[in-house]
């Protein structure tokens, strides 16, 4: 089994752009619809708010009705977290909070992209 985990986003041209920028990677899947990056064990997909809307309502509301609101967060367990901050700031993410060593063993830096999803940014401290 193989997980992939779906952020629905406004924009999905704009948001691979900056996950690609992010992630340091290119997405191995990009076409209108979907967008997806393979994170090594797991995938990270982009999905347009306005195409799952078309399954999901009107069981459930709109995903735009949420537009801003922290929804979920993607951790990201980096090699260098310097280098991780550098590629968010020049991605264009807002800073949320930033590195500093938290009591569960990581050096964590938050952030939010354009559709209010929280992306912490996390280094393990040495032990």
């Known amino acids: 089994m193989q997980a992939e985990f ?34 090594g064990g797991c995938k990270l997909g982009l999905m347009p708010s306005s195409g799952i809307a078309r399954i999901i309502t009107p069981a459930l ?5 949420g537009h801003g609101v922290p929804r979920c967060e993607l951790y990201l367990r980096v090699d260098d977290l ?17 590195a500093v060593d938290r ?6 830096a938050y952030f939010a992209d354009p559709d209010g999803h929280v992306i912490a940014l996390a280094e393990m401290l040495q032990r």
């Open 61 to 65: 509301p709109h995903p735009d009705a």
């Open 6 to 39: 779906i952020l629905y986003v406004q924009d999905q041209q704009r948001s691979r752009d900056l996950y690609r920028a992010l992630l340091d990677r290119e997405p191995v899947l990009d076409v209108p619809g979907m967008t997806e990056f393979d994170l």
């Open 82 to 98: 310097d280098a991780a901050i550098s590629r968010a700031g020049q991605a264009g993410v807002a800073v949320v909070s930033p």
């Open 103 to 108: 009591d569960w063993g990581d050096r964590v």
